[in-house]
């Protein structure tokens, strides 16, 4: 089951990256949709707030280790992913 849930939120990140580049804009209904698949996600952890998902959206692009990591799949993800975050949670706070 663990692996099946590591696995389920790569595909999102890798989905999210194809997206990105076929040119799709952080706020493309495709991207978004991606998100809303995130959240759900990341419910296998724990009920994130909306704060708590805009929080790790900014951490995604600020945070050191969070930034390397994304960024061995593409240089540009870490602030593409934090640009889509804060579009899938605004108006929610």
């Avoid at 595909?11 to 040119?23: E, K, R, T």
């Avoid at 952080?26 to 704060?51: I, K």
Wanted: proline fraction near 6%; charge should be negative.
């Amino acid at each position: 089951k663990k692996q099946q849930v590591l696995d389920e939120g790569k595909a999102i990140y890798v989905d999210i990256l194809a997206y990105m580049q076929a040119g799709k804009t952080p706020e493309s209904p495709e991207v978004q949709a991606c998100l809303v698949r995130w959240h759900q996600h990341m419910r296998y952890f724990y009920e994130p707030t909306w704060e708590v998902l805009r929080g790790l959206g900014q951490m995604y692009a600020a945070s050191p280790d969070f930034r390397a990591t994304f960024e061995k799949m593409h240089p540009d993800l870490p602030d593409f992913l934090s640009d889509a975050m804060q579009i899938y949670t605004k108006g929610k706070i």
